[in-house]
């Protein structure tokens, strides 16, 4: 219900690639906010940053309940994942076999699905770059673990989002 509430009113389009919507379409947006890799952007003409990747194990379990809620973090490190999802406990289901998926972490190379940046200081000087030709752009705003380099937790995610909002807007976030 909250996204229905926040999407009402917009058109969305899924399975649509940037530049080639923006190519097609340029006077599609007054501004854009864009949340993929910065350095995609630009075509990686300064270089590339580098990110942590993940792996993901899904499996039918022959259970009712495998963890009693939805995600379980792992941080020992003789345990080779960092996470499990056990599907079923955001709908709050009650079937007779459970679903869960493994996260365990993964090297990242170019093509692979981008996750959390690895802010080094190779990574952050490259950054800074990239953070610099953004700076131009003037209707584009980068935001995100993607377009703004920044591993966020889920709680400073929202409140980085609130403050885009913000700023973007001149208004405060409302409830949905």
Known sequence: KMVANMLEGVEV??????KELIAAEPDIAARTIYCGPIDAFYDFKLGTLEYRSLRFETETLDEADHQGVAVVNYTEREVPYTRIIEHKHFEFGTQDKTVITREYPADWKPGDEPYYPINDARNEALYRQYEELAAQEGDVVFAGRLGGYKYYDM?????AAFELVRNELGAEPTEA
């Open 13 to 18: 389009r899924c399975g649509v690639e940037y």
């Open 155 to 159: 709680d400073k995610a929202i409140a």
